[in-house]
């Protein structure tokens, strides 16, 4: 079936430094994905739709300065936490659409010291 | 908006137990509705849908019945095993595909 590889799966960062994360469909080309947050015992939500070769579009809230989502391929799509701070510790989760069904990543868990 | 209202946890059972996660939902128009459940370690996987009302989505021995009327989408098996120790998330699907959850479940099941 169709596999979304999300990396790395846990990174622990330093305060004011960025980032990346990257989320590739495998046996799949994903012309939407979509980026999770997750917070303890909350529920997912949604950051961000990334659309193959044209901008992201963020939900309401989120900083996309902030948050830099690039989707350059039809297999990759990336999330940059910039200058990443102590609250942006959270559990950050890819998805791709695919024959009107979801494919998720396996989640990056990220701790900013 | 929409949104989705899930039972609280943590859910924790006896093996053969009877599991039932109620589920509600608030949407505009007609989404279609998702359980998706995490095992531990691992990302979110389909574990049922349904797409219009009166659907009955079943898998690995679940079933959830899209309930219009009452706007629910309850998860039930009738005989839990200590592999169905999971979260289990609650989900509708927008015109836009976009996905909103449910705060998740998190259900232990002791041998």
Not at chain 1, 70 to 76: E, F, G, Q, R
Not at chain 2, 3 to 31: D, H, K, R, W
């Amino acid at each position: 079936g169709a596999v979304v590889s999300q990396h790395p799966s846990r990174v622990i960062c330093k305060s004011g430094t960025s980032v990346k994360i990257e989320c590739r469909s495998l046996d799949f080309q994903a012309t939407t994905m979509f980026w999770y947050r997750q917070f303890p015992k909350q529920s997912l939500m949604l950051m961000a739709t990334s659309n193959e070769g044209s901008k992201a579009t963020y939900e309401q809230g989120v900083e996309k300065d902030k948050f830099l989502i690039n989707h350059a391929s039809l297999t990759l799509s990336t999330l940059t936490v910039t200058s990443a701070h102590p609250e942006d510790s959270s559990f950050y989760i890819c998805s791709a659409s695919l024959g009107g069904g979801y494919t998720f990543g396996s989640g990056t868990r990220l701790t900013v010291v | 908006g929409n949104s989705v209202t899930q039972m609280e946890g943590p859910v924790t059972l006896s093996e053969e137990a009877f599991l039932t996660i109620n589920c509600t939902y608030t949407a505009t128009g007609y989404p279609s509705l998702f359980w998706y459940v995490q095992y531990p370690g691992e990302g979110l996987q389909l574990l049922l849908k349904a797409t219009k009302a009166d659907d009955k989505g079943s898998n690995k021995g679940f079933e959830a019945t899209y309930r219009k009327e009452t706007t629910s989408f309850h998860l039930e098996k009738g005989s839990v095993q200590v592999s169905d120790s999971a979260v289990y998330f609650c989900a509708l699907s927008d015109r836009d595909y976009k996905l909103s959850f449910g705060a998740g479940t998190t259900v232990t099941v002791r041998a």
